[in-house]
Every structure is written in C-alpha cells, then in structure tokens.
C-alpha cells in the first residue's frame, strides 16, 4: 500500500512537471517562429490513460484532451469537470458519430464525404453546430488515414454544403521518425494546403486551425504554423498498447 501510494505521488509530480515541460517549449517554439504564445492550443491526449491521471492534467491546467476510442471517450466525459474541450483526434467510424456529435468540441479526422455526411445528419438531429478538421495524409503513409493533399480541396468545397458542420482547418498524423526534423516539410505542406483552401474562399469553410505535431515532433510543428499540438506520451508518459496502432498523440 505504501509503494502504491508512493508511485501514484510520484505520476501525479511527474504529470504537473511533464505539462510545465511541454507548455515551455511550445512557448520556445512560438517565439522561435515570431508567434503569440496564445496562437497555439496543447491538447493533452489522454486515450489509455485512467481518470486520475487526467484529473491530474486537469488540475495542472489542462483544459483540452484528446480521444482517439469513441467508447473511452464517452466513459470519461461525465467523470471529468464540465469545462474541458473533448477532441476526438482518432479515426471515427460512421455508426459511432451519433454518441458525440453533441459531446466533443472538435473532431480532428473527418476523411470523407460519407463520414461528413452522417456527421451532419446527427447534428442536424441534435440541433448542434459541429466543428471538423479535414485530415490530410500529406506524407502519403499507406498506414495511415486522410485524403491526399490533393484531394483535400475538393473535400472541403463538397463538405462545406452540408447543414451542421463547420470546416475550421486541417489535420495530420506525421510520420514517427527520430528526428524531428524530417517532418518538417510534412508540416510546412499542410501550412501551405491550409493557405490555398483559405485563398478560394468558400463558404463555411475557415482554416484557422491546423492540427499537427505530437509529443516527438511538436516543436517543430508549431515553429511551421501549428495552431494545435496532440500531446499524450510528452504529458502522461509511454503508453501500454495490446494492439498497437498508429500514433495520433
């Protein structure tokens, strides 16, 4: 029981330290790239990690967290203080839209018009507005999910018809490699797609937000224009995976 209590004494110093940790170097970056420190959203992304650890988080300030389980996400919601913003940041399969369109305040990955459109259906339903991110697989990773980069465009225009959505930016999952820099062009292409869509202006459509960089490369990211970094493994520590999937956080 001592060494229980110790070891969770020990998590919740590590966690407090670990957010202290990230937010300085976001702040590095940003004044690295000329940027607001305030121009960029950390998401702590909590799939895996049990409530305390997020209560944790929580009292350490942090107010955006991650999901990537729809499930997972649902279970923790009404655990949690009323004031977070929940992201969904994991692949979203159709039949599971209807349990957080009126939950979440972003989600991250809508890859396709099919997908958009049960979104809009339910939130047309619930009678919310639903904020959406495209993603973008712009490293072309068969692993991973997202439309091309050269897709995207013709995704934003057909889902911005639809009633209960509004496009606010783009998403990507950058490759794992040890050096951070090798994603660096990854993100400066998503910064640039983002320019492009914004210059044709559409409506419904905003591209104030771009979802990129996670706890091995997110210094990088918001030094290429990151307005939201995806941090989970920099916060909460490595993550014990049955079936491993492609990382998101």
């Given at each position: 029981?001592?060494?229980?209590?110790?070891?969770?004494?020990?998590?919740?110093?590590?966690?407090?330290?670990?957010?202290?940790?990230?937010?300085?170097?976001?702040?590095?970056?940003?004044?690295?790239?000329?940027?607001?420190?305030?121009?960029?959203?950390?998401?702590?992304?909590?799939?895996?990690?049990?409530?305390?650890?997020?209560?944790?988080?929580?009292?350490?300030?942090?107010?955006?967290?991650?999901?990537?389980?729809?499930?997972?996400?649902?279970?923790?919601?009404?655990?949690?203080?009323?004031?977070?913003?929940?992201?969904?940041?994991?692949?979203?399969?159709?039949?599971?839209?209807?349990?957080?369109?009126?939950?979440?305040?972003?989600?991250?990955?809508?890859?396709?018009?099919?997908?958009?459109?049960?979104?809009?259906?339910?939130?047309?339903?619930?009678?919310?507005?639903?904020?959406?991110?495209?993603?973008?697989?712009?490293a072309g990773e068969e692993s991973k999910f997202g439309v091309s980069a050269s897709e995207a465009?013709?995704?934003?225009?057909?889902?911005?018809?639809?009633?209960?959505?509004?496009?606010?930016?783009?998403?990507?999952?950058?490759?794992?490699?040890?050096?951070?820099?090798?994603?660096?062009?990854?993100?400066?292409?998503?910064?640039?797609?983002?320019?492009?869509?914004?210059?044709?202006?559409?409506?419904?459509?905003?591209?104030?937000?771009?979802?990129?960089?996670?706890?091995?490369?997110?210094?990088?990211?918001?030094?290429?224009?990151?307005?939201?970094?995806?941090?989970?493994?920099?916060?909460?520590?490595?993550?014990?995976?049955?079936?491993?999937?492609?990382?998101?956080?």
């Amino acid at each position: 029981m001592i060494s229980l209590s110790i070891n969770k004494r020990t998590d919740k110093i590590m966690i407090r330290e670990n957010l202290e940790s990230v937010r300085k170097r976001v702040e590095t970056a940003c004044e690295k790239a000329g940027r607001s420190r305030n121009e960029v959203t950390l998401i702590a992304v909590s799939k895996t990690k049990p409530l305390d650890m997020l209560k944790e988080a929580y009292q350490g300030g942090a107010r955006d967290f991650g999901e990537n389980k729809v499930q997972e996400l649902i279970d923790k919601i009404p655990e949690m203080p009323s004031d977070i913003r929940w992201h969904m940041i994991g692949h979203l399969q159709r039949n599971k839209v209807k349990y957080i369109v009126d939950k979440v305040y972003m989600i991250h990955s809508v890859d396709s018009l099919r997908l958009a459109e049960e979104i809009s259906r339910e939130a047309v339903k619930k009678q919310v507005m639903v904020r959406i991110l495209i993603e973008v697989n712009v490293a072309g990773e068969e692993s991973k999910f997202g439309v091309s980069a050269s897709e995207a465009v013709s995704l934003a225009e057909e889902i911005a018809k639809l009633p209960g959505i509004r496009i606010e930016g783009l998403m990507t999952i950058a490759p794992y490699v040890e050096n951070a820099e090798e994603n660096r062009l990854y993100f400066r292409k998503l910064k640039q797609l983002s320019v492009d869509i914004e210059g044709k202006n559409i409506d419904n459509v905003n591209m104030n937000v771009l979802s990129m960089g996670m706890t091995g490369d997110y210094s990088v990211a918001v030094e290429e224009g990151a307005t939201c970094v995806r941090v989970g493994t920099g916060i909460f520590g490595q993550r014990d995976y049955t079936n491993r999937q492609p990382e998101n956080g």
